[in-house]
């Protein structure tokens, strides 16, 4: 009897469990989506990159630029996790070097804590991306159009913030308005530190959705970088980025400005145009104009044209030739191209 | 012949007419558990908890908002109705989503699916067809999905 009675229970719980799964669509793997762990919250997935380059004053070379994890939980409570461990350069190779795991580097490129407070507001500790313009927060290879980077995008301020962010959205006009003011402390709290990180830093980034084509976005920060001299920077920005159907547009403009008698001030920007290629479903036409005001050296700029192939949302392959005058160091001429995948 | 064409011309242009317009979709009702105290709900904060940017109901329970399969055409209606836009045309949005941590509705198997799950789990939303809704759930409101074209 009690043999029976053990059958049945394990019988029945069999059938709730095949129960559960059957109402459940969910489980499967999404390329793009990450694999859900079952049901214990955990989302694992990343990206991948591998780029080409040939640029006109050095080196051909090849790379599996970012090879990067994504680990999420968030079990439907207050509370949930992210993190993004990256390998950097995994495998290179050059004209001057064969192919080898010799630039390979490890990085720890995001890794926070979320805490819901209410339905405006949510704090964030840990290292997140510094949400100065649009490009910075969603620079994956595989989000983007480029495989290049605008040099506003990164050049006048530390891309990772290791710290305290309140962010949320609240609704102005009908519409919606996101908010992030974060503080900074990396040169405390950060033990893998960023490229050029912040050596403290206060900002916010304001973004209004003036509709469900046209964001408008406006940043601030005040900083000090983590370099011999001890400089304050003032930074403020605008963004735009329009998006209809298959057509985008966006640009960011940066100023930065200090008090310090040997820094100079400089204005950055970049605006880009996306077109879908008449008569497919999958190729895209980009270009994009920058400049870029820098120091000990006169004002650069640089145009950009490129095609994108698009088979699926979380696939690219990108192809682009920049040109442009006093960009030899930032983003110098030649030809690249990369395939990116979101997985 | 001439009684032929009388009776062939008018079937021929209804059977046109009923071609070229569009048939009128099924209302979609929008469901809560029957505990939950919200009564009603407008389509924009609908809108915004299904793109997962409202995150908490009133009483600061999360929201866990379900969807249909994406090939279901009832999924393809309620997203034509909130976003004017198809599923697999939100998957860029899903994408820089996914990249900063947030994943997108919950997918069920099912209608039925939904209605349990919504019944038994607080803070979930969900849609269903009219005449699915029973006394495990409540309706907070109705959506009319345009055509698909």
């Known amino acids: ?343 | 012949m001439l009684m032929l064409m009388r009776i062939a011309y008018p079937l021929l242009f209804v059977a046109l007419l009923s071609v070229g317009l569009p048939v009128r979709a099924e209302p979609l009702a929008v469901i809560i558990a029957t505990a939950n105290p919200l009564n009603s709900l407008s389509a924009d904060a609908l809108k915004l908890i299904y793109q997962r940017k409202s995150q908490m109901d009133a009483e600061g329970n999360r929201w866990i908002p379900l969807n249909l399969p994406l090939p279901d055409p009832l999924r393809r209606g309620f997203s034509l109705a909130v976003f004017s836009m198809l599923p697999e045309e939100q998957e860029d949005y899903w994408n820089v989503q996914y990249f900063n941590g947030i994943t997108p509705p919950k997918v069920m198997a099912s209608e039925e699916a939904i209605v349990r799950f919504v019944a038994s789990t607080t803070g979930s939303i969900g849609y269903v067809r009219k005449q699915k809704v029973d006394n495990r759930v409540k309706v907070l409101l109705f959506i009319t999905p345009p055509t698909e074209k």
Not at chain 1, 54 to 72: G, R, V
Not at chain 1, 92 to 97: C, D, H, L, T, Y
Not at chain 1, 182 to 201: L, Q, V
């Open chain 1, 1 to 343: 009897m009690r043999v029976f009675l053990f059958l049945l229970m394990t019988a029945l719980s069999m059938a709730s469990i095949v129960a559960g799964a059957a109402d459940d669509a969910d489980s499967s793997y999404r390329l793009g989506n990450g694999y859900p762990v079952s049901d214990t919250g955990f989302r694992i997935g990343g990206y991948a990159t591998a780029q080409v380059g040939a640029p006109h004053a050095a080196p051909k070379h090849f790379e599996i630029s970012d090879l990067s994890l994504f680990l999420t939980w968030d079990n439907g409570s207050r509370l949930r996790f992210f993190s993004e461990l990256e390998v950097g350069d995994a495998l290179s190779a050059s004209e001057q070097q064969s192919l080898g795991i010799q630039d390979a580097h490890f990085e720890f490129e995001r890794g926070y804590f979320d805490a819901l407070v209410n339905n405006n507001l949510t704090v964030r500790v840990g290292k997140f991306l510094t949400p100065v313009g649009q490009w910075n927060v969603i620079h994956a290879a595989p989000l983007v159009w480029t495989s290049s980077r605008p040099v506003v995008t990164e050049n006048l301020f530390s891309t990772h913030v290791s710290g305290l962010m309140l962010h949320g959205s609240v609704s102005l006009a009908e519409r919606q308005l996101e908010y992030s003011v974060y503080g900074d402390a990396s040169d405390s709290i950060d033990p893998h530190r960023s490229k050029e990180p912040f050596e403290n830093a206060i900002g916010a980034h304001l973004r209004y959705f003036l509709d469900d084509t046209l964001q408008l976005g406006v940043s601030f920060s005040h900083f000090a970088l983590n370099e011999p001299l001890p400089v304050r920077y003032y930074l403020s920005g605008v963004d735009v980025a329009w998006v209809y159907r298959k057509f985008e547009l966006n640009s960011e403009i940066v100023y930065r400005a200090s008090d310090h008698a040997f820094s100079e001030n400089n204005w950055q920007g970049f605006v880009q145009g996306v077109l879908p290629v008449p008569m497919s479903q999958h190729w895209f036409a980009v270009g994009r104009y920058e400049f870029f005001e820098q120091t000990l050296a006169q004002t650069g700029q640089v145009g950009l044209l490129g095609l994108a192939y698009r088979p699926l949302p979380p696939l690219i392959w990108k192809l682009e030739y920049q040109m442009g005058t006093h960009n030899e160091l930032l983003a110098p001429d030649g030809v690249s191209a990369s395939f990116a995948v979101l997985f």
